[in-house]
């Protein structure tokens, strides 16, 4: 099947000018449409959005650069090239109008030796954005393929008798390089939340393998230990293999029985939790990020709970960032002083964690778009409560 013509659009109000290109674009194989106002002519190009567009500068009304800077203002037509014709060939004004947008210009009055090379050129740029406009496309498809992917892995909220855990979690791009996670085994529960260096496909692909490893049941080390689990992604996970990207990672268990809080942590920032009689409290500090040193040792800790408490778990996206008050920003040691103020505990069950969740929420500024990923996580333990989950 034929190719249809390209479209080329003239807007003049001249209806000489408008004639002679007509019947000299169509002798080239061009669809011609023409119009006499600026008007007009955007809305022609709206309508059927030409390849080219040949637009006298000294319209009434819209001149020819109020025309090219509204059409430059629409997504759908970025692509269409813009020959000003002009009667002046001064460089101030060449320079002023390519400021808006315009892409080239022909001098009346014109040689159709020069505007016929100057429309082939057009066409070819034309082509060129066009190709890139659907090879975009087709990327962002991919990625938002993959962004799905990545969020079907989060889990759900859990609203249980025991324990009431809700988040907030949001990439910085199409994918980001945080995850996290929190499920059962047997009558403990364990999160983890871990932060790969950098942005984009590259760190997500590391978060998605690291998290793969730690729930999808390959995990040689007891799940239950938590400096095991942190050795084990430390040897799996070198930098040498990985782009020279690593992560950080917060990785613990509590276990009801015991009421015994086990974690670890590979250079994450350190997560608190607040106790219902003894106020806050910041976990203690971890080793360094996981891919950095073989062989490197981590750290055991041991917290005993046993009454109602809310745990916090985040990324450094929570408070590096220019959005937030600069009071709390830039580091991790300024940003506990927001600890002080959270809110005391509350009788109802998941109560205390939702208002712990929307207080932080509001207080780090978790709406404001931010350069780097995002994710926050409060989790509200009733161990008084010891029916099954």
Not at 188 to 210: K, N, P, Q, Y
Request: hydrophobic share 40%.
């Amino acid at each position: 099947m034929a190719r249809p013509p390209e479209q080329i659009l003239i807007i003049d109000d001249d209806p000489n000018i408008r004639e002679l290109l007509d019947r000299f674009l169509v002798r080239q194989g061009y669809l011609a449409l023409t119009a006499e106002t600026g008007e007009d002519g955007i809305a022609l190009a709206v309508r059927h959005r030409p390849a080219l567009i040949i637009c006298d500068y000294g319209l009434p009304g819209m001149d020819g650069l109020d025309v090219c800077e509204a059409l430059r203002n629409r997504q759908d037509l970025e692509s269409s090239y813009f020959i000003l014709l002009t009667a002046s060939g001064d460089m101030d004004s060449k320079v002023a109008a390519f400021d808006r947008g315009v892409d080239d210009f022909i001098t009346k009055p014109f040689d159709f030796r020069e505007l016929q090379s100057r429309i082939k050129a057009g066409m070819r740029i034309f082509h060129l954005n066009e190709a890139l406009r659907r090879r975009q496309s087709i990327m962002d498809f991919d990625l938002n393929q993959a962004r799905e992917y990545v969020r079907s892995q989060i889990p759900r909220p859990m609203k249980d008798r025991r324990a009431w855990i809700d988040f907030i979690y949001r990439p910085s791009h199409t994918l980001g390089g945080d995850m996290f996670h929190f499920d059962w085994i047997n009558d403990c529960l364990r999160f983890f939340v871990l932060d790969v260096s950098g942005h984009g496909i590259g760190s997500s692909l590391l978060s998605v393998a690291a998290h793969q490893l730690l729930v999808g049941g390959r995990l040689q080390a007891d799940p239950l230990q938590p400096v095991d689990v942190l050795q084990e992604l430390n040897r799996a996970f070198p930098m040498e293999k990985q782009n020279r990207l690593f992560f950080t990672i917060w990785y613990g268990v509590y276990d009801f029985n015991a009421g015994l809080l086990h974690y670890g942590s590979a250079g994450h920032p350190q997560g608190f939790l607040k106790r219902a009689d003894k106020g806050t409290t910041v976990l203690n500090k971890g080793g360094i990020p996981i891919g950095m040193v073989p062989g490197y040792e981590y750290r055991d800790n041991r917290l005993e709970i046993k009454q109602p408490f809310v745990l916090c778990l985040f990324t450094d996206g929570l408070y590096e960032d220019e959005t937030i008050p600069p009071d709390y920003n830039g580091s991790l040691d300024s940003f506990h002083k927001l600890l002080a103020r959270i809110p005391d505990a509350q009788s109802a069950p998941g109560y205390w964690g939702g208002t712990v969740l929307q207080w932080l929420y509001t207080e780090a500024h978790c709406l404001s778009p931010r350069e780097d990923d995002l994710t926050l996580i409060v989790a509200e333990i009733n161990q008084s409560d010891r029916s099954g989950s």
